[in-house]
T-cell receptor
């Protein structure tokens, strides 16, 4: 059974048109992460939540925003997508205790045209 | 700063041969180390972790990893590779600069297993 679900799996958006990616979880984890992954590179952390406490990475562009209305759901908003934002976006959840692994969704492949 | 390094972009092995994918880390304090595998256009799947205890950790699909504190390494191993093991492998460390424990990844190693 899927525990971290990302929708959609594939998203095509126009240059400059706002787009929202969604993530839901059934694990009731406090921590949720959003990563950007380009071309089989290492996933790059954009931001993460501990409950509703939002933590932005210093190098995450302002173009990227996030919302977490409740424990189960988290959204990634790209306000004005550029060609360079085309990537795989990965959502993950974790228990805040370090001795447990993070659980990843299947990812959303974003194409900007 | 916490970091993870995977020195090989690609590892090639023949089916049936043993495989090793290398990982070294740099953390302050005790490391929490993980291996994940990624198939094309998929998310990351957890393979195994080292938290404490035995240095040899066993995980999914016959994989194991050896934690070596003196060499700050956590190499992934499998005694007999399968073609279906061909994928992208990531080593990761959980870094506790805050109470959330950010997961930091190495650059990844592509494993190619040839029949």
């Amino acid at each position: 059974d899927a525990m971290v679900i990302q929708n959609p799996r594939y998203q095509v958006t126009q240059f400059g048109k706002p787009v929202t990616l969604s993530c839901s979880q059934t694990l009731n984890h406090n921590v949720m992460y959003w990563y950007q992954q380009k071309s089989s590179q290492a996933p790059k952390l954009l931001f993460h939540y501990y409950d509703k406490d939002f933590n932005n990475e210093a190098d995450t562009p302002d173009n990227f925003q996030s919302r977490r209305p409740n424990t189960s759901f988290c959204f990634l908003d790209i306000r004005s997508p550029g060609l360079g934002d085309a990537a795989m976006y990965l959502c993950a959840t974790a228990d805040p205790r370090g001795n447990t692994e993070a659980f990843f969704g299947q990812g959303t492949r974003l194409t900007v045209v | 700063a916490q970091s993870v390094a995977q020195p090989e972009d690609q590892v090639n092995v023949a089916e049936g041969n043993p495989l090793t994918v290398k990982c070294t880390y740099s953390v302050s304090g005790n490391p929490y180390l993980f291996w994940y595998v990624q198939y094309p256009n998929r998310g990351l799947q957890f393979l195994l972790k080292y938290i404490t205890g035995d240095n040899l950790v066993k995980g999914s699909y016959g994989f194991e990893a050896e934690f070596n504190k003196s060499q700050t390494s956590f190499h992934l191993k499998k005694p007999s590779a399968l073609v279906s093991d061909s994928a992208l492998y990531f080593c990761a460390v959980r870094a506790f600069s805050s109470n959330t424990g950010k997961l930091i990844f190495g650059q990844g190693t592509t494993l190619q297993v040839k029949p």
